[in-house]
């Protein structure tokens, strides 16, 4: 039955975490909001979190402080639920009919009738509010610089049909918190958040072929591209150089910025981390590639770890 919102809940999605929160705690009118917003799923504002809080750390270091913007984190951390929410909302409107052809996607909250697509926009719309007034705690540099991200967000669902690197556009959009976590402290940039950015495009586009391995059957019938077609069996030696790559990277930004040993301690256990990833993966197996591209929420406290203690001591 419709309610006042004129939304209906007509079960989970296929792909959601069972018996979340969201479907045992939330009003059964609010459920489909929160499906388009993924907020059953954290793994996504987890992996559009890290690249900030690591250059936030980075610009700890460079500026002479020795203990992070406690408010910076709250608003990064509150900015990153926001805008990956407004962000699979937008891609579920763009989407709307392919998923409704693919058997993982096609009981989302669009294609199953939960909402409308002027409701989903209108949804968009207010989370996308949230996101301005967190951007707008910032300095001016940061403002200009986070709103510049929209042109990314914006082409990304696009990606999938005219590319086989549609993973490279996530990650400029993912990564690009890289560079607001050192202007939000510094006002400017340099060359440490730049390649902090440059290997978070690289460490996105490895765990989002993981993921997309999921689809890769569906996608190939539909013709939607993706890295995991384009790579197929040759996705560990992908991997290999994609994540060895964000490593180097890195490593280089630590440097630049003057971390201290510590710190490439926790880049040690995150490349260590990755080999786990890249030594585990089963193509086939779409259990399996669902849990690996999780624990990238693992890799990324492991990395930030380091740079706290890097901080402390």
């Not at 018996?19 to 609010?30: G, I, K």
């Not at 929420?297 to 492991?302: A, D, K, P, R, V």
Request: hydrophobic fraction near 50%; aromatic fraction near 14%.
């Amino acid at each position: 039955m419709f309610n006042i919102f004129g939304t209906k809940d007509t079960g989970p999605v296929a792909d959601a975490v069972k018996r979340h929160w969201v479907d045992t705690t939330l009003p059964a009118y609010l459920r489909p909001y929160a499906r388009l917003a993924r907020w059953e799923r954290p793994i996504g504002w987890w992996l559009l979190l890290w690249p900030c809080l690591w250059s936030l750390s980075m610009a700890t270091v460079a500026s002479g402080q020795t203990m992070p913007n406690f408010w910076y984190i709250f608003l990064f951390w509150a900015g990153a639920v926001a805008m990956r929410g407004a962000g699979c909302t937008y891609n579920d409107l763009v989407d709307r009919d392919i998923d409704d052809k693919v058997e993982r996607t096609r009981s989302r909250p669009i294609p199953a009738g939960q909402v409308t697509p002027k409701q989903a926009l209108l949804f968009l719309v207010l989370q996308a509010l949230v996101g301005l007034v967190v951007l707008l705690q910032f300095n001016t540099f940061t403002i200009v610089l986070g709103a510049s991200s929209l042109l990314v967000v914006a082409l990304y669902p696009f990606m999938k049909r005219v590319t086989d690197w549609p993973q490279l556009f996530l990650g400029l959009a993912f990564s690009w918190g890289a560079l607001v976590g050192w202007s939000a402290t510094m006002g400017s940039l340099s060359a440490a958040p730049f390649l902090v950015y440059a290997g978070g495009i690289l460490w996105t586009i490895g765990y989002d072929t993981i993921y997309a391995h999921q689809d890769k059957e569906d996608d190939a019938l539909v013709g939607v591209r993706s890295t995991a077609r384009l790579f197929g069996e040759k996705t560990k030696l992908a991997l290999v150089l994609l994540y060895g790559g964000a490593t180097v990277l890195f490593a280089l930004a630590f440097y630049i910025a003057g971390m201290g040993w510590i710190s490439y301690v926790g880049l040690l256990a995150g490349a260590a981390h990755l080999g786990w990833q890249m030594n585990a993966l089963d193509i086939d197996n779409p259990d399996e590639c669902l849990r690996l591209f999780k624990s990238n929420t693992q890799y990324g406290w492991l990395l930030f770890i380091g740079l706290l203690l890097d901080l402390w001591i």
